[in-house]
């Protein structure tokens, strides 16, 4: 059979007994708590199996244990089971229960084998873990409410009330949580979200997840449950200013940063992107601003003029992916700049002045401009300061130029007025406007003669049309006022009309002869030129031309004295005592030219006897050289020719007949008895023929000149109003009324004498004679008719021979 032996204490000891032949069996049973310390008593099995300790130790009592690990030793000496190793229940059990293990004892003498069972009783020496320590959970902010999300449980290898009890979720503002044990074991749990989450409040929420147990004490784990709230684009961008305000100069490059908008939005990340725009917006500054739509930079995009618009206004717009936008007004001031060159506009203008106009005249009107404000758009404006002309301000922006002083066009005809406008910008800007203002001429400048007086020597026998001379006057004026015409003023000379001697070609001053002159008819004359400009009124000048005629030798030497005569024989007496030296006579002869032209000399060309007499080169005396003897012929003939000292020389001769005698028969017979006394009666009745031709001539003559003068002094009366012909009237300047200075005839009368020279005694200026002579010259070259004004010289030895002394 079998029993079982109640052990007392807390565990119930069963002793079983076999009986039999060969294996006596009985069995005890222990319950002891894990962990206990080494040497612990277990059990006393003497006592619970009846058996005595002498037996135990006879028997020689060991545990035969089948499993490899033995926890439990047996002390024979007392009988007891004491621990032999610390027993963990978990690890012998895990979480099976009840835990147990079985071990025999064995006696030998006989052998007795008894079963012990002993039973670990769970302690409560595992708290609960968790798998990690943290856990990590992402949740968008808008996730809706009831939201699960579910964590991993803890694990406790304790078991019963050891094991996890609850679990404590802390704090419970946004989630709670939720247990389920599942049908299979083991736990379910789950956080739930019963508070809306707000990035924007806090962006993370740690938790702490608390497993404990039933333990004695009781134990617990934790774990950090780290939420981490994501971002929702639930805000919209707000701009940092509500109205920003900038400046920026006009004519800024393109790019200049006028200012920088910016936005904040309380989104994170992509949703707090703020970009930047500008929708609405005029045509115009759309042209001119522009945003960068990342930073809110606003820069200038094109030309700002500030003339155009002072402000703009812009709404830029930030705006985040969400859809959600603020607008930022931004509103920009332009600075002006001086960037208008400023403008003079002639508003009228007359580009001359007359020169007599009065100081103060005006020229023109100029209207000046700049666009700009302010300094830069006051303007100064002024002109050049070398010109007689100023500016005065009249309206505003309006200025005028006047002439400041009296204009003289022959000093200066134009002046060039320079406008200049400036500016009181930084730096000013300054425009010109040139103008030229001609100073018009008024004929204020008579023509104007080089020299008053205009003395020119003409040759004689100029051929007629010759042009003597030219004058010129200058005139400072110009155009009409400068254009000269010359005139001849009218004036008589030597009883003629002076334009019957000279013309002038109106235009270009040019003097001509219209005749041909003789010096020996007039010597000078003079006339007043007058030189007349077109201006109107015209204004004139004159110049007096005193043409000088020059003296040619263009007569010959004309024997006064003694008179040759065909016929009669004149003879000049020398007394046979006539000493050396004698004066026999003189030759008298005139040149009507003058000068060296009428500079004459006398030699002897022809004599009955060169050694007896000789000429006085110089004054034409004829004297003898030597002591006349009585071997002399009583006729002596003589031929003296006169020269006179013009280029080339013009000469005549004349013949003298000197009687050498003592009286005046002698002469006679001497004279007559001569060989030439057949010859002198031919003479004689040649001359009485020739002296009746003469007669007959004369009255003739007579007649027609009686008829002529009666017929010329008709026409006169009525060429004075029609006739400009070239024909002089030729007066002898000494008798003539009408001219005749003193100084001329006297020069005249001067000149005579002096050429004759011989004997000065007989130079007597007659005051009664008045008389012209009619010479028949035979010497001369052509027949000419000739008027003598030198009476005197005529007179003087003009008694036919007279043998005197
Ligand atoms: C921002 O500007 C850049 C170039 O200026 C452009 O490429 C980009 O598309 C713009 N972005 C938006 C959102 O307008
Ligand atoms: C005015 O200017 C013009 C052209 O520049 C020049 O020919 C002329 O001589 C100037 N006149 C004066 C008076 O300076
Ligand atoms: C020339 O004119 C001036 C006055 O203009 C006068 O005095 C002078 O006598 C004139 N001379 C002649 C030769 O006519």
Request: hydrophobic share 35%; proline share 5%; with cysteine.
């Amino acid at each position: 059979g079998q029993f079982y032996v109640a052990v007392h204490g807390s565990a119930l000891v069963v002793i079983l007994c076999l009986f039999s032949l060969s294996l006596v069996a009985a069995q005890a049973r222990y319950s002891i708590p894990e962990e206990q310390a080494e040497g612990s008593v277990v059990g006393n099995i003497a006592r619970d199996l009846g058996l005595a300790v002498e037996r135990l130790i006879s028997g020689k009592a060991r545990i035969i244990t089948k499993g490899s690990q033995q926890y439990v030793n047996l002390n024979r000496d007392k009988g007891t089971l004491v621990i032999k190793e610390r027993i963990d229940r978990e690890e012998l059990c895990g979480k099976t229960t009840p835990c147990s293990f079985s071990f025999e004892v064995i006696l030998e003498n006989p052998i007795q084998l008894y079963r012990v069972t002993v039973e670990v009783i769970d302690v409560n020496d595992n708290s609960p873990t968790f798998a990690k320590d943290e856990i990590n959970l992402k949740i968008v902010e808008n996730a809706a409410a009831a939201t699960r999300f579910s964590l991993v449980s803890a694990d406790d290898p304790d078991v019963g009330i050891n094991d996890i009890q609850k679990y404590i979720l802390k704090p419970l503002d946004h989630f709670k949580l939720e247990v389920q044990n599942q049908p299979g074991g083991g736990t379910f749990i789950e956080m739930v979200l019963h508070n809306p989450l707000d990035r924007e409040k806090e962006e993370t929420h740690t938790l702490v997840l608390v497993a404990s147990d039933g333990g004695e004490p009781r134990r617990s784990g934790t774990v950090r449950i780290h939420v981490t709230v994501l971002d929702a684009n639930d805000n919209a961008p707000v701009c940092s200013q509500a109205v920003y305000k900038a400046e920026v100069r006009e004519n800024s490059p393109e790019g200049t940063v006028i200012t920088t908008v910016s936005a904040n939005d309380a989104d994170k990340g992509v949703n707090g992107d703020v970009t930047f725009s500008i929708p609405h917006v005029g045509k115009e500054a759309k042209l001119l601003f522009e945003v960068n739509n990342k930073t809110g930079e606003i820069k200038v995009a094109g030309k700002l003029d500030f003339e155009k618009s002072k402000t703009y206004q812009l709404n830029v717009q930030a705006s985040d992916h969400g859809g959600y936008t603020d607008t930022c007004k931004v509103i920009i001031q332009v600075i002006d700049e001086n960037d208008n060159v400023p403008t003079v506009q002639l508003m009228s203008f007359s580009n001359s002045i007359s020169e007599d106009s009065p100081p103060g005249t005006t020229i023109a009107v100029v209207n000046v401009d700049d666009e700009d404000s302010e300094g830069n758009g006051l303007v100064r404006c002024s002109i050049n300061t070398d010109v007689p002309f100023k500016i005065e301000s009249s309206l505003t922006g309006y200025y005028t130029i006047v002439s400041d002083n009296i204009l003289d066009r022959e000093g200066v005809t134009d002046y060039n007025i320079t406008v200049t406008v400036t500016d009181q910008g930084s730096p000013p800007l300054s425009s010109r406007k040139d103008l030229n203002v001609k100073v018009s001429d008024i004929n204020d400048n008579p023509p104007q003669f080089a020299e008053s007086e205009y003395i020119m020597n003409v040759p004689e026998n100029n051929s007629p049309g010759f042009s003597v001379f030219t004058v010129n006057a200058k005139d400072a004026d110009w155009g009409q006022n400068a254009q000269i015409s010359y005139f001849l003023e009218e004036k008589e000379i030597n009883g003629v009309p002076v334009s019957t001697l000279v013309s002038i070609n109106s235009e270009s001053g040019v003097i001509h002869a219209v005749k041909s002159f003789d010096y020996e008819q007039i010597k000078w004359f003079e006339f007043n030129v007058t030189a007349r400009d077109a201006g109107s009124p015209p204004l004139s000048s004159v110049a007096t031309v005193k043409i000088m005629i020059q003296d040619q030798n263009d007569n010959p030497p004309q024997v006064l004295y003694p008179i040759q005569t065909g016929g009669s024989v004149v003879a000049e007496m020398v007394p046979r005592s006539a000493d050396v030296g004698y004066l026999v006579t003189k030759v008298v002869a005139v040149d009507v030219d003058s000068g060296q032209n009428a500079w004459l000399s006398y030699k002897l060309q022809k004599a009955t006897d060169r050694a007896l007499f000789e000429v006085g080169l110089q004054n034409g005396e004829i004297r003898t050289i030597r002591q006349v003897t009585d071997k002399d012929a009583v006729k002596q003939r003589l031929t003296v020719i006169v020269e006179d000292n013009g280029q080339p020389s013009r000469s005549a001769t004349v013949i003298v007949n000197v009687a050498v005698a003592d009286s005046f028969p002698e002469v006679l017979s001497e004279f007559t008895d001569s060989p030439h006394d057949k010859e002198y009666n031919d003479m004689l009745t040649f001359y009485l023929v020739l002296a009746l031709a003469v007669v007959s001539f004369l009255f003739i003559t007579c007649l027609v000149v009686i008829i002529s003068v009666k017929i010329y002094r008709w026409r006169q009366s009525r060429i004075l109003y029609h006739s400009n012909l070239p024909v002089i009237p030729y007066y002898p300047p000494r008798y003539s009324d009408t001219l005749g200075t003193g100084t001329l005839q006297h020069v005249y009368n001067y000149e005579v004498c002096r050429t004759t020279d011989s004997r000065k005694s007989d130079c007597k200026f007659g005051s009664d004679a008045s008389q012209n002579v009619l010479i028949m010259d035979p010497s001369s070259t052509g027949t000419m008719q000739r008027i003598q004004s030198d009476k005197n010289i005529l007179a003087q030895p003009n008694s036919p021979v007279e043998v005197s002394q």
